[in-house]
């Protein structure tokens, strides 16, 4: 009986996370989910998940987007000053901005969130 809640709530958790919905990543690429909607595969950046802790903040989108996946990579050009405002911002110990998450829709670039990171203790 253990078996089978688990395997249901496996694949409830699964479903939840959006993963079936994950379009096909690229080498090197790494995924995270969470809870507030925020689908991001993170690209160009290494996986540190066994040593950082990772959190999302969602931008607000229009709601046929709140549910997509966004592929996420290292600010470039005048985003790298915006990136390091957000940080300076929030002034939390040990905290590093990592990526800048983007849905193309048609040909528009949508700002979907941030990620940073923490170290695990």
């Known amino acids: 009986m253990a078996i089978v809640a688990f395997v249901g709530y496996s694949?409830?958790?699964?479903?939840?996370?959006?993963?079936?919905?994950?379009p096909k990543m690229p080498d090197g690429a790494f995924s995270l989910s969470?809870?507030?909607?925020?689908?991001a595969?993170?690209?160009?950046?290494?996986?540190?998940?066994?040593?950082?802790?990772?959190?999302g903040f969602p931008q607000d989108v229009p709601f046929y987007l709140k549910d997509g996946w966004s592929f996420c990579a290292r600010?470039?050009?005048e985003e790298k000053a915006q990136a390091a405002a957000f940080i300076k911002g929030r002034n939390q110990p040990g905290e590093r901005f990592e990526v800048i998450c983007k849905i193309k829709?048609?040909?528009d670039i949508v700002v979907r969130g941030l990620i940073t990171s923490v170290p695990r203790l």
């Open 41 to 55: 595969i993170l690209v160009g950046v290494p996986n540190e998940q066994e040593e950082r802790r990772y959190f």
């Open 11 to 22: 694949a409830y958790d699964y479903h939840q996370a959006g993963f079936w919905t994950r």
């Open 105 to 107: 829709a048609d040909n």
């Open 34 to 39: 969470y809870k507030n909607g925020l689908r």
């Open 75 to 77: 600010p470039e050009g």
